[in-house]
């Protein structure tokens, strides 16, 4: 069975840019999650989503916004880019937010 | 204010070297999670405890939950270069959503 996969794995943009990331979770995944990881604050978590709708959310501004389609593929998005930014955004799936979570590798963002 | 602490930080040993890695809080969980992340790798999960002064053992890895589920640890035995990686632990809060808590993780390097 395939991994979570994500792409771009690299990205460089300059601020107040946008960029969209995407995620393909595991064959039959329906929960997708997102988080945010940098060195200062570890791992915080964006968002979720489960059959296109977006479940729970985190304590992200909301320049961070998502979606899922019905292939349970995910996307995120964000708007006017700040150096804050910069990070390495990994996505997570699972059969439901309770269960295991599979991460994929991550895109790592750099905004100059 | 970080609701999982993970101590320490870094660590640097010789291959051989036991070690043992702290995740604490002040809020009880119904569950902790323990995960190893490689550079350039999302985590990958090694153990989920649930009950209060649960041990489980993966190889050399020793998992420990807290009594009152509000801390864990984990002890490698004879360190290997194999096991350099980041240490997260992830909780989820008793009474609150099933969204996991990550501590900022402990950086483990193993010399051969």
């Known amino acids: 069975k395939a991994g979570v996969t994500q792409t771009p794995r690299y990205l460089i943009k300059t601020r107040g840019q946008q960029v969209t990331l995407s995620c393909s979770p595991i064959s039959g995944h329906r929960s997708v999650s997102w988080y945010q990881q940098t060195p200062g604050q570890g791992l915080q978590f964006l968002f979720e989503y489960f059959s296109e709708t977006q479940r729970n959310k985190g304590n992200f501004p909301g320049r961070f916004s998502g979606r899922q389609f019905s292939n349970s593929r995910s996307e995120m998005n964000v708007s006017t880019l700040e150096l804050g930014d910069s990070a390495l955004y990994l996505c997570?799936?699972?059969?439901?937010?309770?269960?295991?979570?599979?991460f994929g590798p991550g895109t790592r963002l750099l905004v100059l | 204010t970080q609701l999982l602490e993970q101590s320490p930080q870094f660590l640097s040993i010789q291959e051989g070297e036991n070690l043992t890695v702290y995740c604490n809080s002040s809020?009880?969980?119904?569950?902790l999670q323990w995960y190893r992340q490689e550079p350039g790798e999302g985590p990958v999960l090694l153990v989920t405890?649930?009950?209060?002064?649960e041990v489980k053992k993966l190889k050399r890895l020793t998992f420990q939950f807290g009594d009152a589920r509000k801390d864990s640890s984990l002890h490698i035995t004879a360190a290997q270069p194999g096991d350099t990686g980041l240490y997260l632990c992830?909780?989820?809060?008793?009474?609150?959503?099933?969204?996991?808590?990550f501590g900022r993780g402990t950086s483990l390097i193993v010399h051969p």
């Open positions: 405890v649930v009950t209060g002064g």
């Open positions: 992830a909780g989820v809060r008793s009474g609150g959503s099933y969204i996991p808590t």
């Open positions: 809020s009880v969980f119904s569950s």
């Open positions: 997570a799936s699972s059969l439901d937010m309770a269960e295991t979570q599979y």
